[in-house]
Each structure stands twice: as structure tokens, then as C-alpha cells.
């Protein structure tokens, strides 16, 4: 159990464009998914909480107007980075809490987006 | 300030044991976390403490003291796809997650 899904796996696209992300719970339901992004050799870096049915909280320096985020429902959530730039280019890492689950809102990851701005 | 500190980098032999310690200096705690990550790849779910004491599973151990701000992750019988990144991570008094930078297990044979 606590599987989750995140597509696409890989992205490569021009500068300007955007791109949707999305991260999907798939044997339960996860009324808090999480968007992390991590640059190469570095730590993790949460960009945003979502929760299902409100508005994400970003975390300070992330630019919400860029950084959409959308949780419709309690197995979807979806990032789109908008206008894209090469310094966007990064490892997108969605992860969900198990509402059910009885290990403290253990947080499962996808499997990551690899985003490639030229 | 919040603060997670693991040792950067590590190098264990095949077959042996490897410790991984993390000391975290957070305001509250509501649990520690563990996990494993590959290089290129999210983090896998390893291991989740919030009492003191030792929590075994499998080749995989994690011991906490709440009082010490510490905990270690134990790995016996070392094998070559043990090879990752282990990351440390504290939930607050506010539930937030505060990550450790990750410690880089070199495995050799």
C-alpha cells in the first residue's frame, strides 16, 4: 500500500513554456500532498503543502504565481511551473500523507519529475 | 533556529555494519523519520520513531532519545544496493517536516 504516481517521470521543454506536473495517490487517499524540488547533490526543499479542497501553502521564497498548485481531489494534485526558465530545470518530487494510515502522516514520495528548461 | 545535522558522507565495507547518526535541535517533536534515497530517485520510506528506544526492521534499524535530540540508523549485513543517500527528517510542534541534508553511504566490496 501507499502508492503514489507522478507524471510525466521526465520533461524537456523551451524556455517560456509551462508544465504541468501531476501526483497522484493511488491506494489511498491523501488529504495533504507535499511539492518538494531538489537540485543536484542537495538536500530536499519543500516548495509547498497542499491540501485537498484549499489553497497550497508556499513556503517563503516560492513564487505562487509560478508554482501553481491545484488539489481537486484526495488522490490529485497537480504543479504546473509557468514560463518556464533553464534555472527551473530540477528534480520535482510530490509526496502524500495517508489520511488512514496509523504511522503519523508518514509522507510517501513519488517517484520524481526530472524538468529540463532549454 | 531548526537544525537537522548528519555527517555528509560515509564509506562502509559489504557484509559489515554502518551507523548513521542524526542530532536535531527543533522546536517540539512529534517524530522522526528515516529514508532511503537512490541516486536520480525520490526517497523511499525506511523507518518512523516518536519513543525512545529501538525499532528493528529486517536489516534495518532506528534508535531514538528524545532527551538527546539523537537518533541513528543501523545497517547489518551490507550489500551493494544499500548504496544511497539516508535522510533524516523531524516533524515540529507544528507537524512540519524539517529535512537533514542527507548522509552518502558509499558501500565497497
Known amino acids: 500500500g501507499a502508492v503514489v504516481s507522478q507524471h510525466p517521470s521526465r520533461v524537456i521543454c523551451k524556455s517560456g513554456t509551462s508544465v504541468k506536473i501531476e501526483c497522484r495517490s493511488l491506494d489511498f487517499q491523501a488529504t495533504t500532498m507535499f511539492w518538494y524540488r531538489q537540485f543536484p547533490k542537495q538536500s530536499l526543499m519543500l516548495m509547498a503543502t497542499s491540501n485537498e479542497g484549499s489553497k497550497a501553502t508556499y513556503e517563503q521564497g516560492v513564487e505562487k504565481d509560478k508554482f501553481l498548485i491545484n488539489h481537486a481531489s484526495l488522490t490529485l494534485s497537480t504543479l504546473t511551473v509557468t514560463s518556464a526558465h533553464p534555472e527551473d530545470s530540477s528534480f520535482y518530487i510530490c509526496?502524500?500523507?495517508?489520511?488512514?494510515?496509523?504511522?503519523?502522516?508518514?509522507?510517501?514520495f513519488g517517484p520524481g519529475t526530472r524538468l529540463t528548461v532549454l | 533556529g531548526q537544525n537537522i545535522d548528519q555527517p555528509t558522507e560515509m564509506t562502509a565495507t559489504e557484509g559489515a555494519i554502518v551507523q548513521i547518526n542524526c542530532t536535531y535541535q527543533?522546536?517540539?517533536?512529534?517524530?522522526l523519520f528515516w529514508y532511503q534515497q537512490h541516486a536520480g530517485e525520490a526517497p523511499t520510506f525506511l523507518s518512523y520513531n516518536v519513543l525512545d528506544g529501538l525499532e528493528e526492521k529486517g536489516r534495518f534499524s532506528s534508535f531514538l532519545s528524545r532527551s538527546k535530540g539523537y537518533s541513528y540508523l543501523l545497517l547489518k549485513e551490507l550489500q551493494m544496493k544499500d548504496s544511497a543517500s539516508y535522510l533524516c527528517?523531524?516533524?515540529?510542534?507544528?507537524?512540519?517536516?524539517?529535512w537533514g541534508a542527507g548522509t552518502k553511504l558509499i558501500i565497497k566490496p
Open positions: 509526496s502524500a500523507s495517508n489520511l488512514a494510515g496509523g504511522d503519523a502522516d508518514t509522507q510517501y
Open positions: 527543533t522546536s517540539g517533536f512529534n517524530g
Open positions: 527528517a523531524v516533524k515540529d510542534s507544528n507537524y512540519q517536516l524539517i
